[in-house]
């Protein structure tokens, strides 16, 4: 029972396994082409010939048969020609404003995220779909980085031009940085995507919030950790990230160093990417019968993405992840498109096992949160950063990621722990003895993991109305308009925001996102009566009581929480990230300007234009600047 | 038959439970755009895609004679439009207004709002059919897959749908967004340009983006 033997056996059976893969593959895939795309070559890829316009059940898939697969590191790399801070028009970026605080945070360290097609495949029951993916790779590479250490993307825009269209997809691309501090240019606004052939540098200064009023890198204590990018293309967000464009983007520092040993101010939480620390980015997929050595994904040209019927971990459905008895921490991301994730941890008894919420949107939490008898629930652009603890489980024991909501397998299986059929399975955890190479465990959870940042003392209060009249999403009785601001904020102030949501269809529950800057949750209120209008406070769960950029909001609910706007001013964004709610508009142009006088001439344009809509005017009544 | 066929599929797809796999087709316009017959203002019989739609550019909106809250807005917007694209319309961009009351809204009707509102405009067809196929019509092109939405015919106005059949593009816009941003959205369903027109559309976004830049000292609309 060396570790020699133990590796050589896990190899053989790795390496049987992707054999089998291959030939299954090769079998099927009789064309000379797709034999040299096994081999790794990147051959021009056929467009996809889609399944018409019903939704098909997706074919069957045997679970546990794929292990999860982590997204491989970015390589940095030198880019030519090297970045600019005016757009370099010339040599094919797309045109944008001047990166702001360049010479503070020159970049140094850069990537390159090319999107093009690539052939993905989710299962080894499946075919190889036809996707739009970062660096040929879904979920894309992800970029490790350090605070202090400022970094350039350049995403370049490699998508297919040859009419017709064959996807539902645009090949056009604005990609933000969720949810980054940066400037404007760099935050993949919906409206400045550019088109194929160009490439776009965003800046990112991997520096915290605060950088004017603390000086150097910022406040550290406004650090976040788990960061993911997607495109952003104004009307097609969810299209595109169904095809595939978004990864994750981690930063570092002292607190959350992504090693394990001590060191001054460690959290010493697992930190090993890929190993101790994993992604784990969840989305929804449908796919088409094969077809021309092909599973496609199920889509509608014209039409939003559609629901899935195959829950999708790291790009593979229902995979398997060898773990040992030590604690682990996994990144949770929800790209969407719409669906909600409500998770928990199933023992083979059936039973809930533990979960640890440290962190949620990127931000530790003042202490660390434990889940025993309700789900993690995920909304679209959430992140939560959980612990699970393995050695809780004997060696042996497969433990399971359940999803409250049934997916379709197709194949007939025994439920896996009782009280837990196979379709809510989203993965398993086969639980082994820790080998004496394998990393040690971690010390017990601090009870502190965060402190709050200064509390946020607003200047103004604001409130965002979203409301359906007439089947049309409005904010404020607007529908978005790229062109349009609603908003305006003085840079280094800070308000106080209260989301309503009127919408009465549907029930739908809106994620709200709010670019820039984190927020802070100061209460939740719920509309009990309508006529008079009366509202009850609704406590907050403990995992709201930190930092957060996605504030989900129910039906008849009031969310008012507080945001500073510091460090750099231009067009941001808030809008309710359910990609398809999204892209019918329910978002809206915000600005920060740094000066009095620009504040007070925009606000009068937003208030003039209002009025002549025959819209409330929004300043007036406040007595402020106006 | 065909038609109620049609509509079941129609909300089969929207419960999104597939009755059996469907198998692999092209998803472009004839499939995905109903070819149901209808009556102009002019009173003339067409079939909806082979004649209107394939093959072109086209903005379609929905809309009733004697609707009074939004559709004379968006009717007064889609005449602002017609006229900054006058050139182009009834030649490579056509408009299209469809009646969600066929019951009420013969041809006759159709070309009176038309003339009440300046609109009887080359390359503008105001159309009604039997109810069925305009409610097909409007399930497939206004479609949010979310049921109280699509089962309700007032979300009619929700927006402006532009096909471009040639290239398979469709996109939307908020009706009531500015002129200035109902052209764009129009414009992003134009036929692909070249690489050297879009390198020039570039540098000329990038000259008015510093342009405001020197006015304004921050960047204003563009």
């Not at chain 1, 722990?417 to 989203?426: D, R, T, Y």
Request: glycine share 6%; aromatic share 10%.
């Amino acid at each position: 029972m060396s570790r020699t033997e133990d590796n050589q056996d896990g190899l053989d059976r790795r390496t049987v396994l992707k054999t089998g893969a291959l030939l299954g593959a090769a079998a099927v895939l009789t064309s000379k082409q797709s034999l040299v795309l096994a081999q790794g070559a990147p051959p021009p890829l056929a467009q996809p010939v889609l399944c018409g316009t019903t939704p098909p059940v997706s074919p069957p898939t045997r679970p546990f048969i794929d292990a999860l697969p982590v997204p491989q590191p970015a390589l940095p790399q030198i880019l030519n020609p090297l970045p600019t801070k005016a757009a370099n028009t010339g040599a094919g970026e797309a045109a944008r404003d001047a990166h702001q605080r360049w010479e503070q945070f020159l970049p140094l360290v850069m990537y390159r995220m090319t999107a093009a097609p690539s052939l993905h495949q989710h299962h080894t029951d499946l075919l190889p779909s036809f996707m739009w993916t970062f660096n040929g790779t879904y979920p894309a590479p992800t970029p490790l980085n350090v605070y202090g250490v400022p970094t350039i993307v350049r995403f370049v825009n490699n998508l297919p031009t040859t009419p017709p269209n064959t996807t539902f997809g645009v090949n056009e691309i604005t990609v933000h940085l969720h949810n980054g501090h940066t400037g404007s240019e760099s935050d993949g606004f919906a409206g400045d995507f550019f088109s194929t052939g160009f490439f776009k540098d965003n800046h990112y200064a991997n520096a915290y919030a605060g950088i004017d009023a603390f000086g150097g890198i910022g406040d550290a204590r406004e650090a976040m950790h788990t960061f993911w990018f997607h495109d952003h293309r104004a009307g097609f967000t969810a299209n595109n990230n169904y095809l595939g464009l978004n990864g994750m983007y981690i930063v570092y520092d002292g607190k959350d160093p992504g090693h394990e040993l001590a060191s001054p101010g460690s959290l010493r939480l697992p930190g090993y990417y890929g190993v101790t620390d994993i992604p784990l980015i969840l989305t929804d997929k449908r796919f088409c019968p094969a077809a021309n050595g092909r599973n496609e994904v199920f889509q509608v040209v014209g039409n939003g993405a559609p629901g899935g019927d195959k829950w999708v971990v790291n790009g593979k459905i229902q995979p398997k992840l060898t773990v040992r008895r030590r604690k682990y921490r996994f990144r949770i991301l929800n790209t969407g498109p719409a669906k909600t994730w409500n998770l928990s941890v199933i023992r083979p008894d059936g039973t809930q096992a533990p979960l640890t919420i440290v962190a949620v949107d990127a931000n530790f939490l003042p202490s660390p949160v434990t889940l025993t008898n309700r789900t993690l629930d995920v909304f679209v652009a959430m992140r939560f950063d959980v612990i699970i603890d393995f050695a809780a489980f004997p060696a042996g024991t497969s433990v399971y990621l359940k999803e409250n909501a049934a997916q379709n397998v197709g194949v007939a299986t025994a439920d896996p722990a009782p009280g837990l059929p196979i379709g809510n399975v989203l993965m398993r955890f086969d639980v082994v003895n820790r080998e004496p190479w394998f990393p040690a465990d971690t010390p017990a959870i601090p009870a502190v993991l965060a402190t709050m940042p200064d509390p946020i003392v607003p200047d103004a209060s604001f409130q965002w109305n979203f409301t359906l009249v007439g089947g049309r999403f409005l904010i404020n009785g607007l529908e978005f308009d790229a062109n349009r601001v609603d908003h305006v904020v003085l840079k280094g102030s800070a308000e106080e925001w209260t989301l309503a949501n009127d919408v009465a269809a549907g029930n739908w529950l809106h994620p709200v996102h709010i670019h820039f800057e984190e927020g802070r949750i100061q209460s939740r209120r719920l509309r009990v009566s309508q006529n008079p209008d009366v509202f009850q406070d609704v406590p907050l769960l403990p995992e709201e009581l930190g930092r957060r950029d996605v504030y989900p909001l129910p039906p008849q609910n009031r969310v008012v929480l507080r945001m500073r706007f510091r460090d750099f001013v231009g067009r941001y964004l808030i809008h309710c990230h359910n990609m398809n709610h999204e892209d019918a508009f329910m978002m809206v142009r915000w600005d920060i300007v740094d000066s009095v006088e620009e504040l007070t001439r925009k606000r009068r344009e937003i208030d003039e234009r209002r009025m002549l809509a025959g819209l409330p005017p929004q300043y007036t009544k406040q007595g402020g600047v106006v | 038959m065909a038609t109620s066929m049609k509509r079941r599929e129609l909300f089969s797809s929207l419960a999104g439970i597939g009755a059996s796999p469907a198998s692999p087709q092209a998803c472009t316009g004839a499939s995905l755009i109903p070819n149901v017959p209808l009556r102009t203002h002019e009173d003339t019989e067409v079939r909806f895609y082979e004649d209107l739609v394939k093959g072109r550019q086209v903005i379609i909106n929905m809309m009733y004679a004697h609707c009074e809250e939004f559709c004379p807005a968006i009717t007064s917007r889609l005449v602002e439009i017609h006229q900054a694209l006058a050139s182009r319309m009834g030649r490579d961009l056509f408009m299209y207004s469809i009646t969600v009351k066929p019951q009420e809204d013969d041809p006759a009707a159709l070309h009176a709002f038309a003339r009440m509102h300046g609109a009887l405009l080359p390359g503008w067809t105001f159309l009604t059919g039997d109810a069925y196929d305009i409610e097909t019509l409007r399930f497939a092109l206004f479609r949010h897959d979310h049921i109280k939405f699509d089962l309700d015919p007032a979300s009619h106005t929700a927006k402006l749908r532009i096909i471009n059949d040639a290239i398979n593009r469709w996109v939307h816009v908020p009706p009531m967004a500015s002129k200035m941003t109902v052209l764009q959205h129009i414009s992003w369903a134009d036929p692909p340009k070249s690489f050297e027109e879009r390198l020039e559309d570039n540098r000329k976004l990038q000259l008015a983006i510093d342009k405001e830049h020197a006015l304004y000292g921050y960047r204003k609309i563009v």
